[in-house]
């Protein structure tokens, strides 16, 4: 495992229906805080211990419109207030981060369900919203 063992109750299982990118058959995720960077965090697989996917916390600026279907996404949030947080991945090409801004990844905090949209265009955020992630998390 990238953390070595992680104790963890059931309730703290994130539950992705559709999987995330590149991953479509790992369902069970955790939210883990990097000790070392208060800004990353981790999307660590139950299932495959090995995989583990850098993401940070933002905030959508106000009237954030994604452009996209109901059918395909029927359980998407029509506004990021909570309980939904929305996650970034973050990249690793030629020695530079960046984030991928085109793939968000929503998570109701109630519920634990998790949701990786794909979509057109770009969309515009900003600075994390920490206080939701709290709930969410534990540290790696």
Same mark, same amino acid.
């Given at each position: ?7 963890? /109750?059931? %309730? #703290?299982?994130?539950?992705?229906? =559709?999987?995330? %990118?590149?991953?479509? #058959?790992?369902? %069970?995720?955790?939210?883990?805080? !990097?000790?070392? =960077?208060?800004?990353? =965090? ?5 299932? @495959?211990?090995?995989?583990?996917? $850098? ?5 959508? #600026? $106000? ?10 996404? $029927? !359980? ?18 030629? %020695?530079?981060?960046?984030? !991928?801004? =085109? /793939? $968000?990844?929503?998570? !109701? ?12 265009? #770009? ?5 994390? @919203? ?11």
């Amino acid at each position: 495992p990238r953390f070595g063992p992680v104790a963890f /109750n059931p %309730q #703290e299982v994130i539950v992705f229906a =559709h999987g995330l %990118q590149g991953w479509k #058959e790992l369902r %069970q995720w955790l939210l883990l805080a !990097d000790s070392h =960077h208060p800004s990353l =965090h981790w999307l660590q697989s139950i299932c @495959r211990p090995l995989v583990a996917l $850098p993401v940070v916390c933002l905030q959508p #600026e $106000p009237g954030l419109q994604l452009r996209l279907s109901r059918r395909q996404f $029927p !359980d998407c949030p029509t506004s990021f207030e909570d309980p939904w947080v929305l996650l970034v991945p973050l990249l690793h090409e030629d %020695q530079h981060l960046s984030v !991928d801004l =085109h /793939n $968000p990844i929503l998570i !109701d905090t109630g519920s634990r369900r998790g949701l990786q949209l794909w979509g057109e265009g #770009e969309q515009t955020l900003q600075h994390a @919203r920490s206080e939701q992630l709290v709930r969410l998390r534990k540290c790696a």
